[in-house]
T-cell receptor, first 116, second 114 residues
Framework: GQQLNQSPQSMFIQEGEDVSMNCTSS?????WLWYKQDPGEGPVLLIA?????ELTSNGRLTAQFGITRKDSFLNISASIPSDVGIYFC????????????????FGQGTILTVHP | DVKVTQSSRYLVKRTGEKVFLECVQD?????MFWYRQDPGLGLRLIYF???????EKGDIPEGYSVSREKKERFSLILESASTNQTSMYLC?????????????FGAGSRLTVL
C-alpha cells in the first residue's frame, strides 16, 4: 500500500517563529491535502493542491505540490498560539494504471506546540 | 456547513463487550468513512461506504464491521472489543469518492477498552 512519511514528528517553537513541515510519498499523487486537528476536535482541511508545482496560500499558511508529485510542503509564517495542533498531509495516490485509489492516505502527523 | 456528528465522545468498555459507534451527517453525502487515529501512526482507514447498504474494507478492517442502513448514518461495530482497539475513532463524509473530494470529519470518539 501507499505510505506517507511526514516530518518532523513534533515541533516546539516560540510565538512569532516560522514553521516548515513536509510530506513524502512512496508513489505519485495527483492531489495533496493538508489538514489541521485542534485539540479535542476532528481534522479540518487547510489547503488543497491539485497540480505539480502549485503553490497555494491560505492566510499565513503556504503549501506547495512538489514537482516530482511525491512530496508536499507546508509553511506557517509568524506562528501564534492558536496554531497549536496536529497537522496532517493526505492524498489519494495513483495505482499502476494511473487511476486514483479513491481513498485518502494520511501521514503520521506533525504535532505543533507554540510557546507564547 | 456540513456537520458530522459522533454521538459518543468518550467510551469505556471491557474486553469482550460489543461496541457501537454511531455517526450521522446532515448534508446528503453519498460517502462515509471510519478512521482510527493513533499517535505516530496518523489516520488509518477502517471501512468506508459509498452508498446505503454498501461497504468496502479499508486498510485495517480486522476486528471491525460497519452498517449503513440509511444514507445519513454510518455505524462502526466492534463485535468483541479488545485492548488493542483502544484508540480515537474518527468518522468522515464526502460528496464524491474521488481522491480530490474533501473529507469532513466529526469530533471523534475516544474508546478505552479495559
Amino acid at each position: 500500500g501507499q505510505q506517507l512519511n511526514q516530518s518532523p514528528q513534533s515541533m516546539f517553537i516560540q510565538e512569532g517563529e516560522d514553521v516548515s513541515m513536509n510530506c513524502t510519498s512512496s508513489s505519485i499523487f495527483n492531489t495533496w491535502l493538508w489538514y489541521k486537528q485542534d485539540p479535542g476536535e476532528g481534522p479540518v482541511l487547510l489547503i488543497a493542491l491539485y497540480k505539480a508545482g502549485e503553490l497555494t496560500s491560505n492566510g499565513r499558511l503556504t503549501a506547495q505540490f512538489g514537482i516530482t508529485r511525491k512530496d508536499s510542503f507546508l509553511n506557517i509564517s509568524a506562528s501564534i498560539p492558536s496554531d497549536v495542533g496536529i497537522y496532517f498531509c493526505a492524498g489519494p495516490g495513483l495505482n499502476a494504471g494511473g487511476t486514483s485509489y479513491g481513498k485518502l492516505t494520511f501521514g503520521q502527523g506533525t504535532i505543533l506546540t507554540v510557546h507564547p | 456547513d456540513v456537520k458530522v456528528t459522533q454521538s459518543s465522545r468518550y467510551l469505556v468498555k471491557r474486553t469482550g463487550e460489543k461496541v457501537f459507534l454511531e455517526c450521522v451527517q446532515d448534508m446528503d453525502h453519498e460517502n462515509m468513512f471510519w478512521y482510527r487515529q493513533d499517535p505516530g501512526l496518523g489516520l488509518r482507514l477502517i471501512y468506508f461506504s459509498y452508498d446505503v447498504k454498501m461497504k468496502e474494507k479499508g486498510d485495517i478492517p480486522e476486528g471491525y464491521s460497519v452498517s449503513r442502513e440509511k444514507k445519513e448514518r454510518f455505524s462502526l461495530i466492534l463485535e468483541s472489543a479488545s485492548t488493542n482497539q483502544t484508540s480515537m475513532y474518527l468518522c468522515a463524509s464526502a460528496l464524491g469518492l474521488s481522491g480530490a473530494n474533501v473529507l469532513t470529519f466529526g469530533a471523534g470518539s475516544r474508546l478505552t477498552v479495559l
